[in-house]
């Protein structure tokens, strides 16, 4: 038989076993494809409000998938090698010299790796286009997407794949080089055996992988408190959650499975010995996989969760920072801006607020967390207060207050509370009102309140607190705010004839909405798409090594179906393994997530549940699709051992 026939041989006779490998290069190449396809759309670059911020998002975008790319395809790699070294030693072993051996890998990896790169490339071409539309649709841009294809995003395509390519061959080089026949032989049989008692030193160290990670989430619930050593107190938790993680794996899975068998007194049955006696070492022996897989969801759930968080919010935060259609810097830009509107016959109201600025009292209704407030430089509280007159739709009574603009960073600094008395000073002038209801939006612009919140009283109470109001002359502030608001509804054309050189300045509610959704959805794609291509590969990498342990459990099946127990029976310890498999990884990337969110979602955006727990309800779902898929694969092993 010649060379090139026991290739094809070979090659066809794997092809079961690389069938989902095929289908995840193939993916994988559509989606670099597509994302570099996209970044040369010039049409969808023009409408953007600032054509660099595609151009760079989609750079570090595709950096970061050509790092999950090679480490998916590096790690494939060695999982095949070692699933066929006993193909590899007996080709050996019939006479078959180690460069022979070298030329098949490499002529049976070009035709899976050229092939998916032709194979991707075409598919990727295709998605391309929905794919965009999808980022337009995010980022509210109304423009008719056509086919477009580029010659630059093949050749940019094809030489990363040639490079990987080039460095899968090195990596089958140096393991035939270094890797013995006798080795070869015996490599499946190494490493997860189940033998080991478990020792003193696996319960300690399970003990203490546990406390690093629940002291990592302790501490991360309580990072503002500790104000200025905030960044080194960061890299203490990700070491805490990252080396504890590792430990967990390593030690404390195990040592909590051996308690759960223990307390069995030695009744265990199928289920236990399919599931808990073979996940206690197998996870012990990949925790550096398992570790990397359940890091690395966490952050990419968690940047996904707050690039979402950030897009969700657009609406509110637009309007806690431009509250009016269009505030001006200066009464000068207001009339100017009138003038404007008349000549087009454009209908408007105008929008003037006074203002004054207050210190408020520690005490009643507002409580001040003074270590935060010392180490952020904020000495004395100062409110804004304007007069219920001057806003909509509100109307206080002569002896009460409304608290509006408060946003939800302000909770770690000062917390306001309903029915309690707030204390105002001026000089030696004091006045205490109640207060009666708190509001998140707001009634002046954040280059007038700097995020704090704003007070709304009665007008005459505010004649009277105005009559003592004594204006700080180091740090002078406006005393009227200009807005103008369109009669009816808004646009980019009214805002474009509007913002002309010689205007005197202004701030527009629909030009920072616009930029926003552009903004927060470009970075909600493209965090979106690296996360969605970790999913995969590291769904297939589990998925492989579920391949390969399926494999050499087989004969455990045989014995287990000799001695009378059914498939259902062994397909149930199965689901069990498999629930525990991908459930426990699964299960620390959420519970990461969930702490890294919590600690700092306030300053992305004003509202977290929703956003979180639809990314980590799209995450459960895909992952597992990839513990249905080897549960499959197992059924099929199992049915094969008789």
């Not at 993680?245 to 051996?258: D, E, G, L, P, Q």
Request: charged residues 20%; glycine residues 8%; hydrophobic residues 45%.
């Amino acid at each position: 038989m010649s060379l090139n026939s026991i290739i094809l041989k070979n090659f066809f006779k794997n092809m079961s076993n690389y069938t989902l490998y095929i289908f995840a290069l193939v993916f994988s190449v559509a989606l670099y494809f597509s994302f570099v396809l996209m970044s040369k759309d010039e049409s969808a670059q023009k409408e953007l409000s600032s054509g660099t911020m595609m151009t760079t998002g989609f750079l570090v975008g595709s950096v970061l998938l050509v790092f999950i790319i090679v480490a998916f395809v590096m790690f494939a790699n060695a999982i095949f090698l070692k699933r066929r070294n006993r193909e590899l030693a007996l080709f050996q072993l019939i006479g078959l010299s180690r460069n022979k051996i070298f030329r098949i890998l490499l002529l049976e990896n070009a035709m899976i790796y050229f092939g998916s790169l032709i194979l991707g490339i075409g598919f990727g071409f295709l998605v391309s286009r929905m794919l965009l539309m999808i980022l337009l649709r995010a980022m509210q841009i109304d423009l008719p997407v056509g086919l477009s294809f580029s010659m630059e995003a093949v050749l940019q395509t094809a030489v990363l794949y040639i490079v990987i390519f080039a460095l899968l061959m090195i990596q089958n080089f140096v393991f035939l080089k270094r890797t013995r026949l006798i080795r070869m032989l015996n490599l499946d049989r190494t490493s997860e055996s189940g033998s080991k008692k478990i020792g003193a030193g696996t319960v300690v160290f399970g003990i203490i992988g546990l406390l690093m990670i629940i002291s990592g989430y302790w501490l991360s619930t309580k990072i503002f408190d500790f104000g200025l050593i905030i960044v080194p107190l960061l890299f203490g938790i990700l070491f805490l959650t990252i080396i504890g993680t590792y430990i967990t794996f390593k030690f404390s899975v195990a040592f909590i499975f051996n308690m759960i068998r223990r307390s069995k007194g030695g009744h265990v049955n199928v289920n236990d010995v399919l599931s808990l006696t073979s996940i206690m070492f197998k996870m012990k022996s990949n925790a550096f996989l398992l570790t990397l897989i359940s890091v690395v969801s966490a952050l990419s759930m968690g940047l996904m969760s707050l690039s979402y968080i950030s897009y969700y919010s657009v609406d509110q935060t637009v309007e806690s920072q431009t509250p009016e259609d269009y505030i001006f810097y200066e009464e000068e830009g207001l009339r100017y801006s009138e003038e404007m509107l008349q000549e087009e016959g454009i209908g408007y109201e105008i929008v003037e607020r006074p203002l004054i600025e207050y210190e408020v009292k520690d005490e009643g209704a507002i409580d001040i967390d003074r270590d935060q407030a010392d180490q952020t430089g904020q000495q004395d509280m100062k409110l804004n207060v304007v007069s219920d007159e001057s806003v909509d739709e509100v109307d206080v009574g002569e002896n009460q207050t409304v608290v509006t603009g408060v946003q939800s960073f302000l909770e770690s600094v000062v917390t306001f509370e309903t029915g309690e008395p707030l204390t105002f000073h001026s000089g030696d002038y004091e006045r205490t009102l109640e207060l009666t209801k708190i509001e998140s939006a707001a009634v002046l612009p954040s280059f007038i309140s700097f995020g704090m919140p704003t007070v709304i009283v009665d007008e005459a109470v505010y004649e009277k607190m105005n009559s003592h109001y004594t204006p700080d002359e180091d740090y002078p502030k406006p005393e009227v705010m200009y807005g103008l608001n369109i009669t009816g509804e808004d646009s980019m054309d009214i805002h474009n004839m509007m913002d002309i050189e010689d205007h005197p300045g202004f701030e527009s509610q629909i030009r920072q909405y616009t930029s926003l959704m552009q903004t927060t959805g470009m970075m909600m794609f493209i965090i979106g798409f690296v996360g969605f291509a970790f999913l995969l590969t590291s769904g297939c990498i589990l998925y492989f090594k579920q391949i390969g342990e399926s494999e050499d459990e087989k004969d455990s099946y045989t014995i287990l179906r000799k001695l009378g127990f059914s498939e259902d029976e062994i397909m149930k310890g199965l689901s069990i393994k498999m629930i525990i498999t991908f459930g426990i990884p699964l299960l620390i990337g959420l519970l990461h997530t969930y702490f890294a969110v919590k600690a700092g979602w306030f300053l992305f955006g004003t509202a977290m549940w929703t956003p979180m727990l639809t990314v980590m309800g799209g995450y459960l779902v895909l992952y597992s699709l990839f513990g249905v898929l080897s549960l499959l694969n197992y059924r099929k092993v199992v049915r094969r051992s008789m």
